[in-house]
């Protein structure tokens, strides 16, 4: 049975910085596509963060330059790290496993496992 399950989320200032965590039983995180999702209160889900089997990682427009997709095989786990955080990175934080090709999808609708997730919230 696959379990991917998200850690690290709470209550930052903004220009804080936190990590979030997703640590992975029952498949192996370095032979798929792991991709973070968010939805912000009201909105869709948008792409935060990914990082192919081969290591490629893509990031959305609006994290760009601040947030960095990690993978830890060894732990078998993917990190986030967020930094200068902003009072709109607040929102449900999610994990989500996948083949390659599931990235290219929108929202991450063709995402295979994801976890439940984890609630970031940035005070201005």
């Known amino acids: 049975q696959v379990q991917l399950v998200e850690s690290g989320g709470g209550l930052v200032q903004a220009g804080g910085s936190l990590r979030l965590s997703c640590a992975a039983s029952?498949?192996?995180?370095?032979?798929?596509?792991v991709a973070w999702y968010r939805q912000p209160p009201g909105k869709e889900r948008e792409l935060v963060a990914s990082?192919?089997?081969?290591?490629?990682?893509n990031y959305g427009d609006a994290t760009k330059g601040r947030f960095t997709i990690s993978r830890d095989s060894a732990k078998n786990t993917v990190y986030l790290q967020m930094n200068s955080l902003k009072s709109e990175d607040t929102a449900a934080y999610y994990c989500?496993?996948?083949?390659?090709?599931?990235?290219?999808?929108?929202?991450?609708?063709?995402?295979?496992?994801w976890g439940k997730g984890t609630l970031v919230t940035v005070s201005a």
């Open positions: 989500a496993v996948g083949a390659d090709y599931a990235l290219n999808y929108p929202r991450g609708h063709a995402m295979e496992y």
């Open positions: 029952g498949i192996g995180l370095s032979g798929d596509a």
């Open positions: 990082i192919t089997s081969g290591g490629t990682t």
